[in-house]
């Protein structure tokens, strides 16, 4: 996946970057204009994601669920995002937009996909695998500061 945004960059002289963590969980929220929901866009999951129980075991078009407030499409379910951030422990400091930097081990990703159950779909649900890891569930979405 870095490799490709190296090349996207270099393609188009622009730069091009996973979220970090906080951004993610910022834009799924609904920013500013969040209502405060348990899932991107709404506390009813089967308005806004493709998971496990609605999902036929596959990946769907983007868009075709309702978006969140700011007009975000599949910030839940579809597939699980790929965030800039390695994992760790939330601390009880104070802190605007933390990162804590990427490794060979644990890399965050967010959202939960259609393969996943319920609970991980919520904005809150923090996942981590290996950042070598290949898996059909698990996608990404630039930021383009």
């Known amino acids: 996946m870095q490799e490709f945004i190296i090349k996207l960059n270099e393609a188009?002289?622009?730069?091009?970057?996973?979220?970090?963590?906080?951004?993610?969980?910022?834009?799924?929220?609904?920013?500013?204009?969040?209502?405060?929901?348990k899932y991107s866009g709404s506390n009813d999951i089967f308005e806004v994601a493709w998971w496990y129980a609605n999902s036929g075991k596959k990946t769907h078009p983007v868009g075709t669920k309702k978006p969140n407030e700011l007009d975000i499409y599949d910030m839940c379910g579809n597939v699980s995002e790929w965030?800039?951030?390695?994992?760790?422990?939330?601390?009880?400091?104070?802190?605007?937009?933390?990162y804590v930097p990427a490794g060979v081990y644990n890399c965050i990703h967010r959202g939960?996909?259609?393969?996943?159950?319920?609970?991980?779909?919520?904005?809150?649900?923090r996942q981590y695998t290996m950042p070598t890891s290949r898996l059909n569930y698990i996608g990404f979405r630039l930021v383009h500061p």
């Open 12 to 37: 188009t002289g622009k730069n091009y970057r996973l979220p970090t963590e906080a951004e993610w969980e910022y834009a799924a929220r609904g920013g500013n204009q969040s209502q405060g929901y």
């Open 112 to 125: 939960g996909g259609w393969s996943t159950f319920l609970a991980h779909c919520r904005v809150s649900y």
């Open 83 to 98: 965030c800039g951030d390695g994992y760790a422990n939330y601390t009880d400091e104070p802190r605007t937009n933390p």
